[in-house]
């Protein structure tokens, strides 16, 4: 059995990750600190970025840290905890500042300062921006600059148990895909940044590794999620391959129409057009799509509209969407300024995530602290982004709390005492190895194929949390999924070997996401109204009287608990909404 003890264990390499290993390196303590990701190199999913990062940068703009936290505030439907948006508002152009000095070259104005486009539900420009690669050009100066630092990588590891006794952090057990051997992290302090679970859906702009098992291990390690049926369906993805078009495309003027070239975001937020917050324009979209007015993808038969492009000169095309115009070449044949794009809604971000204070503790079931474990990113549901996310705060987000849980990690290893719990953590070790290799790998011949299971799971989830939702849909979608689940332990894993095996690799990712959408559709299922990204076609309107609360699950024996608490408002009161 193989042993690494580390002073502080930080689990995901993007940039919420990095920032946090970045951070720790940087206390001035003299630390061990160790990076475990299951990608190789700087693969993380932040380095699909394009937008930008919101921060306010010039007040002398007319803008401010506090319309910055009000327009959050405002884009997620007031189910954000306002000292969190504070938080954010005011840290971020410090973040900003700091990935430059490491090396992000952010695109500028003519009078030198940093440039900063429109997004939406922002009431000013403060979004900077590297063209339309920003996660690549971040991605790649701070794993340059981590590499340099007193940093050990763990790369091709997928962690599959968190160690907590006692509410107290002891650790992790990964699974090594290069050696097919698990492996424990024993660790004074950890940071769980592994982003969302996208790949759960059957059409995400997410990446393939952004599967959502680790929600599920930290509700099975005795965690609690927090605001799971919160899950952001990005406007314009490509159709049919899913990659996302970014925001900045209609942030520098782009239109979407339907099939008989209108303007119909006129209908549904006449203020903000198309840079309305990103759940008004999905469900617009989808709406001009039942009414008939959309397109009709051929191969897919996929519905979809256009992003139109085609009044943009096209030299601003190639030098702030540089991105957009390979991608819409290589994957559709079509020159964007020629061609409308054919965009549609697809998942792209979860505002919930593991159960965390405004600093990014990570709490029990019961609110109290899990000592030594911090949360940060779209793991972590700070509470910051509510019912909805505004485009380009994610960015802010994953350095902002990077940065802290990074920096309160290092403090409390540098101040707690050696660890005396190896029996507790070895232990863990020896059940997880029996899990992963005696019950997951080895079994008879016969069973079912991993693919059909997740393709259960992943019909479920687009049954009952789509776009729109209704009570009698999630009640079917719950009883689509117990079956799904039930059946992962009859998957016939074919290959038996344990180097880079990617069967065993998918079904412990599905193992942990299932668990996971479990507390999507229960949150969904109980949450009577519509707010945000979720909408309830049964219960249409907002209802702040009975849900301005935050819905927290975790498990209770074989099955899972749901209760609710405040939002923490201390700022501004609930308002209409409107765009």
């Not at 703009?61 to 884009?75: F, I, N, Q």
């Not at 000592?371 to 700070?382: P, Q």
């Not at 299971?453 to 009952?464: D, Y």
């Not at 009287?545 to 201390?570: D, F, M, Q």
Request: with cysteine; proline share 4%.
């Amino acid at each position: 059995m193989d042993h690494i003890s580390c002073d502080v264990l930080i689990i995901g390499s993007g940039l919420a990750g990095l920032r946090a290993a970045a951070a720790a390196a940087e206390s001035g303590g003299r630390l061990d600190i160790c990076v475990v990701t299951k990608v190789s190199g700087p693969r993380s999913h932040s380095i699909s970025a394009e937008g930008g990062m919101a921060g306010v940068l010039y007040p002398d703009s007319g803008d401010s840290p506090e319309l910055h936290a009000y327009d959050t505030v405002k884009g997620g439907d007031f189910l954000v905890d306002q000292d969190a948006a504070m938080v954010l508002a005011e840290e971020a152009p410090r973040e900003i500042a700091y990935l430059e000095k490491i090396g992000v070259a952010w695109t500028r104005t003519p009078d030198g300062r940093i440039a900063q486009r429109l997004f939406g539900g922002m009431s000013r420009p403060r979004t900077a921006f590297a063209k339309d690669k920003t996660g690549l050009y971040i991605m790649s100066a701070i794993y340059r600059h981590v590499k340099k630092l007193p940093v050990e990588f763990y790369e091709e590891h997928m962690v599959t148990r968190l160690v907590v006794k006692n509410k107290r952090f002891l650790g992790a057990v990964a699974l090594d895909l290069r050696r097919g051997e698990a492996r424990l992290f024993k660790a004074k302090a950890g940071v769980v940044a592994t982003g969302g679970g996208g790949r759960m859906f059957k059409f995400t702009t997410m990446g393939y590794a952004n599967t959502g098992e680790m929600l599920g291990f930290a509700l099975r390690s005795g965690l609690a999620l927090k605001d799971m049926e919160f899950v952001q369906w990005h406007p314009t993805a490509l159709v049919p391959s899913g990659i996302l078009v970014s925001e900045a495309a209609r942030g520098e003027g782009g239109y979407l129409v339907n099939k008989q070239g209108e303007r119909f975001m006129k209908r549904y937020a006449p203020q903000k057009m198309e840079l309305a917050p990103r759940d008004i324009v999905s469900r617009a979209i989808a709406s001009e799509c039942e009414a008939g007015r959309g397109f009709i993808h051929e191969e897919s038969g996929m519905c979809y509209v256009g992003l139109d492009l085609r009044h943009i000169d096209r030299e601003r095309l190639k030098e702030r969407l540089p991105l957009l115009l390979e991608v819409a070449r290589t994957y559709a044949g079509l020159d964007p300024s020629e061609d409308l794009i054919p965009v549609a809604p697809a998942v792209h971000y979860f505002m919930g995530g593991i159960h965390v204070d405004t600093y990014g503790r990570v709490l029990a079931p019961d609110g109290s602290w899990v000592k030594g474990l911090w949360a940060a990113g779209e793991a972590a549901a700070v509470s910051v982004h509510g019912a909805n996310r505004l485009g380009s705060n994610s960015l802010s987000e994953c350095s902002v709390w990077g940065r802290l849980t990074g920096e309160a990690a290092a403090k409390y290893a540098m101040e707690a005492p050696s660890q005396t719990e190896d029996r507790e953590a070895r232990a863990a070790l020896e059940d997880e190895e029996r899990r992963l290799f005696d019950r997951l790998l080895h079994r008879e011949s016969g069973g079912i194929s991993l693919g059909e299971v997740k393709a259960a799971v992943q019909n479920a989830l687009h049954t009952g949390a789509g776009i729109f939702r209704h009570g009698s849909l999630l009640e079917r979608a719950v009883s689509e999924l117990m079956r799904a689940s039930a059946r992962i332990l009859q998957v016939n894993v074919h290959d038996v070997g344990t180097v880079y095996n990617m069967e065993l690799k998918e079904l412990v990712e599905l193992d942990g996401a299932a668990l996971a959408a479990q507390v999507i559709l229960l949150g969904a299922y109980f949450r009577r109204e519509s707010r945000g990204a979720h909408y309830r076609l049964d219960y249409p309107r907002r209802d702040d009287e009975n849900w301005l609360k935050h819905t927290v699950a975790y498990r209770y024996g074989g099955g899972v608990v749901v209760r609710w608490e405040p939002v923490r408002i201390v700022k501004w009161p609930p308002e209409v909404r409107t765009y």
